[in-house]
């Protein structure tokens, strides 16, 4: 048993499997050939998969982009209207601005929740039903703000505040990427790091 499970780290910790996406088909395949070979109960199987893929998702909720490439992008396209700002107040990205909200610890969080701020009817819906921030739908929402809505909330009337879209799908996923170093999450994978 510990041989299979070392294999799986091993699979998991390739440098060559880069997407988390990867690095799950991967371990997935090596239980299911494992399986064949020692018995073993699936709560295990499940146990020792979310042990050893958590530190592919320590690094900000999945991100696969490109973090520096990103905070570029957030500095050309996003600081006009967004800042990331701790708890305490000190602005980390971006500059004053005060149109959109602070997103800071964004990654996983879920929408429409930040005091203070005046969010639009549908990103509350949505946030309310327990929708959160992943790369998947802030990509997906920054392209088209209200198209996402309407279609997530099955409501051709819903709108989006922003008006905003990022055209580039790549410049999207880079500029989460940035985002999930920001935050409890990020802080603590930076510092593991170092």
């Known amino acids: 048993m510990i041989s299979h499970i070392s294999h799986l780290a091993d699979i998991l910790l390739d440098d060559e499997v880069l997407k988390t996406n990867s690095r799950l088909e991967a371990a997935t395949a090596a239980f ?8 073993m109960s699936k709560f295990i199987y499940a146990a020792a998969i979310t042990l050893l893929a958590a530190p592919a998702f320590a690094d900000g ?11 570029q992008q957030f500095d050309r396209q ?4 967004h800042i990331v700002a701790d708890a305490d107040g000190e602005v980390l990205a971006g500059r004053n601005a005060s ?3 602070n997103l800071y610890d964004l990654a996983g969080r879920q929408l429409g929740v930040i005091e203070d ?7 509350v819906e949505l946030g309310e039903a ?19 809505l309407r279609a997530a909330l099955d409501n051709n009337r ?11 799908a790549q410049d999207a996923v880079d ?14 994978a930076e510092a593991e790091s170092n």
Do not use: N, S
């Open 32 to 39: 299911k050939y494992d399986a064949r070979e020692i018995p």
């Open 61 to 71: 909720h999945g991100a696969t982009g490109d973090a520096a490439a990103g905070e």
């Open 78 to 81: 996003c600081v006009a209207c």
């Open 99 to 101: 149109t959109g909200p």
């Open 117 to 123: 701020f005046r969010y639009g009817d549908a990103i």
């Open 130 to 148: 327990g929708q959160a921030w992943t790369e998947e739908t802030f990509v997906a929402y920054v392209q088209d703000p209200t198209g996402w």
């Open 158 to 168: 819903a709108r989006g505040k922003m008006a905003y879209r990022v055209r580039d």
């Open 175 to 188: 500029i989460y990427a940035y985002l999930a170093t920001f935050g409890a999450t990020g802080e603590e």
